[in-house]
């Protein structure tokens, strides 16, 4: 069964410090989500890609987070640097038209 | 401003009861409403979508009834069993377009009792 793919799965880390995640998202599904879930909350969108570019980033701190998707596979999520609010779940997710499927997470932990 | 209200925070039923969640949205353009499940430490699973044309779907033990006038919609889970803790998430998108944003309500934590 298809699968989108994190990593890393934890990642524990210090404030000022920068942090990188990776996706591979559902193979064919052109839409990528960046979700953060905070503990006890439910996932909020950071970034939305179609294809390579973005299309809803008004959710992103782009002060100190980027988001990319060179080849419209792919994407990887930047945090420089980190703070200690920062610490959530990174959740990927992909969609081919409707349905969005999701990873199992990043667990960022700033200390 | 929370695009997507769900209630309760959290819900403690007995094992064989029924479980119901439910949601409320103002925003008419959604047209797509699924749930997630997701157990500690793992990602949102997709467990059941309805579409505002269709009052009810029903997939097993779950069901969604959805209220198009009052613009709310609920998740029943039958014969409730321990499997099913975890906590429950309802959404709503513009699912016609694959640039729809996915808005999730704050989440229902389930505990069953055996």
Known sequence: EAEVAQSPRYKITEKSQAVAFWCDPISGHATLYWYRQILGQGPELLVQFQDESVVDDSQLPKDRFSAERLKGVDSTLKIQPAELGDSAMYLCASSLITEAFFGQGTRLTVV | ?114
């Open chain 2, 1 to 114: 401003q929370q695009q997507v209200k769900q209630s309760p925070q959290s819900l403690i039923v007995q094992k064989g009861g029924i479980s119901i969640i439910n949601c409320a949205y103002e925003n008419t353009a959604f047209d797509y409403f699924p749930w997630y499940q997701q157990f500690p430490g793992k990602g949102p699973a997709l467990l059941i979508a309805i579409r505002p044309d269709v009052s009810e779907k029903k997939e097993g033990r779950f069901t969604i009834s959805f209220n198009k006038s009052a613009k709310q919609f609920s998740l029943h889970i039958m014969d409730s069993q321990p499997g099913d803790s975890a906590t429950y998430f309802c959404a709503a998108k513009t699912g016609g377009s694959t640039l729809g944003r996915l808005y999730f309500g704050r989440g229902t934590q389930l505990t069953v009792w055996p």
